[in-house]
């Protein structure tokens, strides 16, 4: 694959080769010695892998724009690659056009992502985040939600009515919401607060 790679681009009168590695290791070594423009790194190379290499080519401080060529598109691969600094993320179904373009493009700092890579980080993008609340946020959620104010509140939890409204305040920014009543609903739906039992009812 990599002679494969060395004659494509070797024929591209705008890109040298200035060296090959057989694994991760030495290509950190060769961007170190050579100062390249561009790193091309696979993700599954033997003694060191590409992300491995692109954190230390990155965590260096070279110049150097790695960009990974690799067959695997899975979320876990894209994330770890990209997360490691690789400013793109080609897939080996990429054709000339696209590879020498995508080298320039890493050249000069730009990101380049395959298509089916950029939809696949702006699926993961808008999955919604699941929501917690600390053990704190939760017991004050469920003060409110037994009808107690913030003092009331705050002596029930021997913390500061200033306190109590800081919790508060944090709770209604985690699940989008502007009011106390609102706060519990929320919580209970979303399964971060038991649904209160009423108390027992006391007759003469």
Known sequence: ???????????????????????????VRLVEELDP???????RMPVL???????????SGARTRVLILTTYDTDADIERG???????YLLKDATRGQLVEAIH?????????????????????RRPVPVTLTAREAEVLGAVADGLSNAEIGRRLFIGEATVKTHLLRVF???DVSDRTHAVVVAMNSGLLQKRRPGPTVSS
């Open 105 to 125: 493009s890493a050249s000069r700092g730009e990101t380049v992502l395959a298509p089916r890579v950029a939809q696949r980080l702006v699926a993961k993008m």
């Open 173 to 175: 920014a985690k699940l």
């Open 49 to 59: 892998d590409g992300v491995g290499a692109t954190t230390e080519i990155v965590g």
């Open 1 to 27: 694959m990599r002679a494969g790679l060395v004659a494509l681009l070797s024929s591209e009168p705008t890109i040298d080769i200035v060296g090959e590695a057989g694994d991760g290791r030495e290509a």
């Open 82 to 88: 990209v997360e490691a600094g690789a400013t793109g």
């Open 37 to 43: 423009d561009v790193a091309l790194l696979d993700l």
